[in-house]
């Protein structure tokens, strides 16, 4: 069992490192893209044993297509940020990177605005007038 958290917290830990260390910057400057600067990275997941990362990232671009773009863009130059990763890990492995957009963003802002919707069209709940009344 003690095993197991060990691991997990091994490879957040890794995670997060590789999150701090692909800055915004870096990919603006690896990358030929107007938008890149302007990239988030959300969240790596890295596999137990550090083969694998999954980079999510989000962007201010509404635009479908300009995103997907982005992303083949990134994982087009994954082995440059793989290999700059390199010289900053201490693992002796260095996973490969895949960069996937992350939607969760944009699906939790729609929950948020389906239930602010739904709370405005409620009626006041009974009781509510007396409780403001003097």
Excluded: C
Excluded at 103 to 122: C, F, I, P, Q, T
């Amino acid at each position: 069992m003690m095993q197991h958290n060990k691991h997990g917290d091994r490879t957040r830990r890794i995670g997060e490192q590789i999150r701090r260390d692909l800055a915004p910057s870096l990919i603006a400057q690896i990358l030929n893209h107007p938008h890149a600067s302007l990239l988030s990275i959300t969240a790596v997941r890295v596999t137990r044993d550090l083969s694998f990362a999954k980079v999510y990232v989000t962007h201010v671009i509404s635009d479908p297509d300009e995103r997907q773009d982005l992303i083949r863009e990134l994982n087009e130059h994954a082995g440059q940020f793989r290999h700059y990763l390199a010289q900053k890990l201490t693992t002796r492995k260095v996973p490969e990177l895949t960069f996937v957009y992350d939607e969760s963003v944009e699906y939790g802002a729609r929950m948020d605005n389906l239930l602010h919707d739904l709370v405005k069209d409620l009626p006041p709940a009974e009781g509510d007038d007396e409780a403001l009344a003097p």
